[in-house]
């Protein structure tokens, strides 16, 4: 066993001085601990900026039917094509290590938020079971006990069920979206316990017209959910 680890670690070594691992969106040499992305590539990410106007455009988009009570995100999706691709590699690469990342920087940014942080648990948005062993695992959920680990808050990735198959919310308008999605999920009844009366943070990976989450956030009080909030770690606005 020793010897075949030796083996593999010293093959890794030759592959990484052969072909040395390049940052996916800069294209440079990563150096021992970085992976995928380079941290030049991850501190210069657009950042949502806490001001009024992103503020406001955030509160009216995500926050007017009252399903989701604050939301907070760190990088702004449409803007950057580098935060696409650390989504897209998130998704379809098996980078569980970005959703680590993810996590953390969601965790820093909410941490002082006296109603993000002041969760009683984290949840994230479910993929169906189907979807999720096609892909081995559920991004929003990895991100999710990430900022669980962070924040030392407790998670809780089955308290929301997809209980329909739904085809992609890109194929949608918002309108649509919003039908494609509805009655999506539910709350199985030994889980309510830990809904009823509680104030969740609902996590998911990228926010777009936010059909998707506020549908999640709605089932949530409905089911006895005092406050909902919402945080990824990336949005469109
Ligand atoms: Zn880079």
Same mark, same amino acid.
């Given at each position: 066993m ?8 010293i093959a890794? $070594?030759f592959?990484?001085?052969v072909y ?6 800069c294209t440079?040499?990563l ?6 992305i380079?941290?030049?590539?991850w ?7 806490p001001?009024?106007?992103?503020i406001?455009t955030?509160?009216?988009?995500? *926050?007017?039917d @009252?399903?989701i009570?604050?939301i907070?995100?760190?990088f702004?999706? @449409?803007?950057?094509p580098r935060?696409r691709?650390?989504?897209h590699?998130l998704?379809?690469?098996g980078a569980?290590?970005i ?16 109603k ?6 984290i949840?994230?948005?479910p *993929? ?19 900022i669980?680990?962070e924040l030392?808050i407790?998670f809780?990735p ?5 209980v329909r198959?739904?085809?992609?919310q890109? *194929?949608?308008?918002?309108?649509g979206?919003?039908r494609?999605?509805?009655g999506a999920?539910?709350?199985?009844e030994r889980f ?5 009366g509680?104030?969740i943070? *609902?996590i ?7 059909a ?7 089932v949530l009080?409905d089911?006895?959910a005092v @406050?909902?909030y $919402?945080?990824?770690?990336a949005?469109?606005?």
């Open positions: 020793r010897i075949a680890e030796g083996f593999i670690n890794e $070594a592959v990484n001085f040395p691992p390049v940052c996916s969106t440079r040499n150096i021992r601990g970085e992976a995928y380079c941290a030049k590539c501190n210069g990410f657009e950042r949502v900026a001001t009024e106007t992103i406001q955030i509160e009216e988009k995500f *926050l007017a @009252e399903a009570d604050k907070d995100s760190v702004l999706f @449409e803007q950057d935060v691709t650390a989504v590699l998704k379809y690469n569980e290590v959703a680590e990342k993810f996590g953390i920087y969601i965790a820093r940014k909410i941490v002082d938020d006296e993000l942080s002041m969760c009683n648990a949840a994230s948005v *993929l169906h079971d189907a979807r999720k062993r096609e892909r081995g695992y559920n991004q929003s959920e990895l991100i999710g006990r990430s669980s680990k030392q407790k809780e089955n308290i929301l069920r997809r198959q739904t085809q992609t890109t *194929l949608f308008d918002a309108e979206r919003k494609n999605i509805s999920f539910d709350v199985e309510l316990p830990e809904v009823r509680r104030k943070l *609902l998911d990976d990228v926010i777009t017209t936010g998707t989450i506020r549908e999640c956030a709605r009080k089911n006895g @406050e909902v $919402a945080a990824s770690a949005i469109t606005i």
